[in-house]
């Protein structure tokens, strides 16, 4: 059962993670720092991002902040990440959670995804942190498509930014 469920978790975060990927390819430059909400564009996806890829590690004790993370933690803690990311940096941290879900979700196992969820601020299981994390994606995902989709009528179409049934889109993002 568990190898089924870690199929089922890496196919929703690759639908949901291929779907963001697709939003930051679409932008268009001019709309880059433009308010989704209260923050930029790039923001809401650089915040998705960070969280991605903190819950995705096992035990936030093993997370090291790297170069995505200029500050640190501080970077969690801020309302405002310590400087400005541009498109590629986040198309590239996009496919580098896609990795590391296909490299973290291969090593659950029955007694992982029952036990701690190894997050301080998360106090359920392993397991329902993945859902709680792809929820969390999705609800950014959408919030960015959202945003393209009142940019003008080209951006209107079903077509242009798909909805990631399952698994990584076949013929690649958008």
Request: glycine content about 8%.
């Amino acid at each position: 059962m568990s190898e089924y469920l870690n199929e089922i978790l890496l196919s929703q975060y690759e639908a949901v993670l291929g779907m963001l990927h697709d939003s930051l390819t679409v932008c268009p430059d001019a709309h880059w720092d433009e308010p989704v909400g209260k923050y930029p564009f790039w923001q809401v996806a650089y915040h998705t991002l960070c969280f991605t890829d903190l819950y995705l590690t096992p035990d936030e004790k093993q997370f090291e902040p790297g170069e995505r993370h200029p500050a640190g933690w501080q970077e969690f803690d801020d309302e405002y990440p310590s400087r400005r990311f541009d498109r590629d940096e986040l198309v590239a941290y996009a496919l580098a959670c896609r990795d590391k879900a296909r490299t973290n979700l291969a090593a659950e196992t029955p007694a992982t995804l029952a036990g701690p969820s190894g997050h301080a601020r998360r106090d359920f299981s392993r397991g329902e942190l993945h859902i709680y994390n792809i929820r969390h994606i999705q609800h950014h995902t959408g919030q960015l498509q959202a945003f393209i989709r009142r940019i003008g009528p080209e951006f209107q179409e079903l077509g242009m930014l798909k909805w990631g049934r399952s698994g990584w889109p076949e013929n690649g993002p958008i």
